[in-house]
């Protein structure tokens, strides 16, 4: 339609007709290249830290119960109104944080609509898929032990397999934003064994520190209202055991850094080592901050998050540590000649 029809759609560097704006829009999605695939786990990944870093403000500020029904806001609101024992301010900070799960939802969607229909050399990866399909199957978990947490008035152990599972959840997103720039089925890595096995217990120790600090939150003032259930377990001793975790953490940290740097490793794993020794060692200092200042909610905050930063900085290393590079799967046809060093991916 040229220029000055009525009904033109034309306007500089904009497509003329609708179709192409929605095309446009949805390429990412219905037609997906290695970037935009990486692209969209890279929103899981953000996605999935803001909700457990917004989960964990609700029950620092002990809002918990501030919308003390579910799905429901409460018996006689769906959205959130000031309850019983509850200031407006809490009600909302509670409701705002399940208002969340509707962009979490929508972004766990197009994650998995894109890993389904991502071919590249004409392959579906099936591996992406599965990783795909925790999100939206993480959100629905998440939703219904959401529930559970409310109902059962933010028992403690109902509290700390929420928070694990989130960390599950972003764990199957760092996995995939690593796995949409990898080869499949990937070749021999040229990192030593021993520190790939020690980057795995890097990973098990994290997680069993994401755990021990669940139950310190949930032994202590900071549990969520007044009136919620605590771990009836001494305070001090299970701080204790979570900073002996994280001294162990450290000591098997160090030593894969300084064995990746000796052992020539690739460039990328170092800086990866070195980016998750600075987040670790960050999270020790506003762990001992915070523990001889009495737990200020802000700081116990920041720690929080902090830890779930940590943990997406142990993922990535131990990807790194077992990183491929690309190679010739073809079984007939001549050999391809491999340059001696790819380029690397962008971290997107």
């Known amino acids: 339609m040229p220029p000055g029809t009525p009904g033109a759609l034309y306007h500089k560097g904009v497509p003329a007709d609708l179709k192409s704006h929605v095309a446009a829009w949805t390429r990412p999605v219905l037609s997906p290249t290695q970037a935009s695939m990486r692209r969209l786990a890279l929103a899981g990944i953000i996605a999935d830290t803001v909700i457990m870093s917004t989960g964990a403000a609700v029950r620092l500020s002990a809002s918990g119960l501030g919308c ?7 018996a006689a609101d769906i959205v959130a109104s000031k309850n019983a024992g509850q200031t407006l301010l809490n009600t909302w900070i509670e409701f705002s944080n399940r208002l969340l799960n509707f962009p979490l939802v929508i972004i766990a969607g197009l994650i998995f609509i894109a890993a389904w229909r991502y071919r590249p050399d004409g392959k579906r990866r099936r591996d992406l898929v599965w990783l795909a399909a925790a999100q939206p199957l993480g959100v629905v978990a998440q939703a219904v032990l959401g529930g559970i947490v409310v109902l059962t008035n933010l028992n403690p152990a109902a509290v700390s397999l929420h928070f694990l599972l989130s960390a599950s959840i ?6 995939l934003h690593v796995r949409c720039s990898e080869p499949d089925p990937l070749p021999t890595t040229g990192v030593r064994r021993d520190l790939q096995l020690l980057s795995a217990a890097l990973v098990g120790i994290t997680g069993l520190m994401l755990a021990a600090g669940t139950v310190v939150t949930g032994t202590g003032p900071l549990a969520g209202h007044a009136d919620a259930p605590r771990y009836k377990l001494p305070l001090e001793g299970v701080t204790q055991l979570h900073a002996d975790i994280g ?5 098997l940290a160090v030593a894969l850094v300084i064995g990746l740097r000796l052992s020539g490793a690739s460039p990328r794993a170092v800086r990866a080592g070195w980016i998750m020794l600075a987040a670790l060692g960050s999270q020790g200092v506003i762990g001992y901050i915070q523990y001889f200042t009495h737990l200020p909610a802000g700081l116990v905050w920041v720690h929080v998050t902090g830890s779930v930063l940590v943990w997406i900085a142990v993922l990535r290393l ?3 540590v077992r990183e491929r590079s690309p190679v010739n799967t073809a079984r007939t046809g001549p050999a391809v000649t491999v340059p001696s060093r790819q380029p690397e991916p962008l971290d997107l």
């Open 318 to 320: 131990f990807f790194a």
């Open 170 to 175: 972003v764990a199957a997103a760092v996995a």
């Open 247 to 251: 001294w162990l953490l450290a000591g």
């Open 68 to 74: 003390p029904d579910w799905p429901q806001c409460s």
